[in-house]
C-alpha cells in the first residue's frame, strides 16, 4: 500500500514509519519542520506542510491507498493556559477536518485516526471497553470534536479511531519523566495512589496501529491500553522494583494540581481502560504485563 502519514517525526510515527517501509509498504510523511525528518528511514518521501491547513499534500494525500493520521500538540509539554488549550484542540480537530476533506471525496480507502484514552474522563474503578460513554473535562471534549471530525469520512472509508493510553519508550513521552524522580531517590504514586492508569509499550502501541490499518475487521473506536491495567501505585511499585529505587514518596493531588494546573487532569485522571475489541479479534501484545515491559525499556 502506498501509506500517508501525519505525526511522522513524533514518538509513535518514527517506528510506525520503519515498519512500514521494512515490510515493503510505500510511506508519504508530512511534517511541518523540513529539519525534523532526521530518523525517518530511507525511501520515505517527505512532505513539509501542515495538516491543520488546507495545501497541495491533500493532492499527493488522495492518490494514497491510506492515510494514518497521528499529528497533534502534545497534551503535557506545559501548563494549559487558554492559548495552550486552544492549541491541542486546532490541531486535532482542524488537522483531522482537512485530511477527511480528502478522504470523503475519494481519497484513501482507510483512514486510522488517532484519539486518546482522555474521551473517557476519569471514571473511578469502572471497566472502560469501546462501548463506555464520553467522559466530562478538556481531553474528553477534544476527543468528542476529534473523533466527530473523522466520522464523515466512514460514508466511503473503513474508518478506526485509536484511543490511546499513557505510550512507554525509552526515549520520549512520559517514562524519562516519570523514572526521573525514583533515580533521585523521590518517587511514588500520584496521589492517593488509587487512580488507574492506562499504559501501553511503543513496540504494541506500533503493532496495534498497523493491525487498525491492515485488517479490515476494525472499524470505530479500538482501545489502545494494555489487557493488565495499573493502578498508580502499581506503576510506582514496578518503576521502584525495575530501577532498584525506594517507590514510597507519593505526589500529593493537592500540590500537582497547584504545579500544573488544569494540565493535573492528565495524571490524576482515573481510568480502567479494557482493550476488548482488541481482544475479541485476536490482536496479542506483546506486552500485557507492567513489570516486563518496563524491564524491557529500562532494564
Same mark, same amino acid.
Given at each position: 500500500?502506498?501509506?500517508? +502519514?501525519?505525526?511522522?517525526?513524533?514518538?509513535?510515527?518514527?517506528?510506525?514509519?520503519?515498519?512500514?517501509?521494512?515490510s515493503?509498504?510505500?510511506?508519504?510523511? +508530512?511534517?511541518?519542520?523540513?529539519?525534523?525528518?532526521?530518523? +525517518?528511514?530511507?525511501?520515505?518521501?517527505?512532505?513539509?506542510?501542515?495538516?491543520?491547513?488546507?495545501?497541495? &499534500?491533500?493532492?499527493?494525500? @488522495?492518490? %494514497?491507498d491510506? %492515510?494514518?493520521?497521528?499529528?497533534?500538540?502534545?497534551?503535557?509539554?506545559?501548563? &494549559?493556559?487558554?492559548?495552550r488549550?486552544?492549541?491541542?484542540?486546532?490541531?486535532?480537530?482542524?488537522?483531522t477536518?482537512?485530511?477527511?476533506?480528502?478522504?470523503?471525496?475519494?481519497?484513501?480507502?482507510?483512514?486510522?485516526?488517532?484519539?486518546?484514552?482522555?474521551?473517557?474522563?476519569?471514571?473511578?474503578?469502572?471497566?472502560l471497553?469501546?462501548?463506555?460513554?464520553?467522559?466530562?473535562?478538556?481531553?474528553?471534549?477534544? %476527543?468528542?470534536?476529534w473523533?466527530?471530525?473523522?466520522?464523515?469520512?466512514? =460514508?466511503?472509508a473503513?474508518?478506526?479511531?485509536?484511543?490511546?493510553?499513557i505510550?512507554?519508550?525509552?526515549?520520549?513521552?512520559?517514562l524519562?519523566?516519570?523514572?526521573?524522580?525514583?533515580?533521585?531517590?523521590?518517587?511514588?504514586?500520584?496521589?492517593?495512589?488509587?487512580? &488507574?492508569?492506562? &499504559?501501553?509499550?511503543?513496540?504494541?502501541?506500533?503493532?496495534?496501529?498497523?493491525? =487498525?490499518?491492515?485488517?479490515?475487521?476494525?472499524?470505530?473506536?479500538?482501545?489502545?491500553?494494555?489487557?493488565?491495567?495499573?493502578?498508580?501505585?502499581?506503576? @510506582?511499585?514496578?518503576?521502584?522494583?525495575? +530501577?532498584?529505587?525506594?517507590?514510597?514518596?507519593?505526589?500529593?493531588?493537592?500540590?500537582?494540581?497547584?504545579?500544573?494546573?488544569?494540565?493535573?487532569?492528565?495524571v490524576?485522571?482515573?481510568?480502567?481502560?479494557?482493550?476488548?475489541?482488541?481482544?475479541?479479534?485476536?490482536?496479542?501484545?506483546?506486552?500485557?504485563?507492567?513489570?516486563?515491559?518496563?524491564?524491557?525499556?529500562?532494564?
Amino acid at each position: 500500500m502506498k501509506i500517508f +502519514l501525519t505525526g511522522a517525526t513524533g514518538l509513535i510515527g518514527r517506528p510506525l514509519a520503519a515498519g512500514l517501509v521494512e515490510s515493503g509498504h510505500a510511506v508519504v510523511a +508530512l511534517t511541518r519542520r523540513r529539519g525534523a525528518v532526521s530518523g +525517518l528511514p530511507a525511501g520515505v518521501e517527505c512532505l513539509e506542510g501542515d495538516p491543520a491547513v488546507a495545501g497541495s &499534500w491533500q493532492d499527493v494525500l @488522495a492518490r %494514497c491507498d491510506a %492515510c494514518v493520521h497521528l499529528a497533534g500538540e502534545p497534551v503535557a509539554a506545559g501548563r &494549559w493556559t487558554p492559548e495552550r488549550k486552544a492549541a491541542i484542540e486546532r490541531s486535532r480537530v482542524e488537522s483531522t477536518r482537512r485530511v477527511v476533506e480528502v478522504v470523503a471525496a475519494g481519497g484513501p480507502r482507510v483512514l486510522v485516526c488517532g484519539s486518546a484514552v482522555g474521551f473517557y474522563g476519569s471514571r473511578g474503578d469502572e471497566p472502560l471497553d469501546e462501548a463506555a460513554a464520553r467522559g466530562q473535562g478538556f481531553l474528553a471534549d477534544v %476527543c468528542v470534536r476529534w473523533e466527530a471530525e473523522a466520522a464523515p469520512a466512514a =460514508a466511503r472509508a473503513r474508518v478506526s479511531l485509536v484511543r490511546t493510553g499513557i505510550v512507554l519508550a525509552r526515549e520520549g513521552g512520559a517514562l524519562p519523566r516519570m523514572a526521573l524522580p525514583f533515580k533521585l531517590m523521590a518517587g511514588g504514586p500520584f496521589g492517593d495512589g488509587a487512580a &488507574w492508569q492506562p &499504559w501501553i509499550h511503543l513496540d504494541d502501541e506500533v503493532a496495534l496501529l498497523r493491525f =487498525a490499518l491492515e485488517d479490515d475487521r476494525v472499524r470505530g473506536p479500538l482501545n489502545g491500553a494494555a489487557p493488565a491495567a495499573a493502578r498508580s501505585r502499581d506503576l @510506582a511499585s514496578a518503576l521502584g522494583r525495575v +530501577l532498584h529505587r525506594p517507590s514510597f514518596l507519593p505526589a500529593p493531588a493537592a500540590a500537582l494540581r497547584l504545579l500544573l494546573g488544569e494540565m493535573s487532569e492528565v495524571v490524576l485522571a482515573s481510568q480502567r481502560v479494557v482493550p476488548r475489541k482488541a481482544a475479541d479479534l485476536g490482536f496479542r501484545f506483546r506486552f500485557g504485563e507492567l513489570e516486563p515491559a518496563l524491564r524491557d525499556l529500562l532494564g
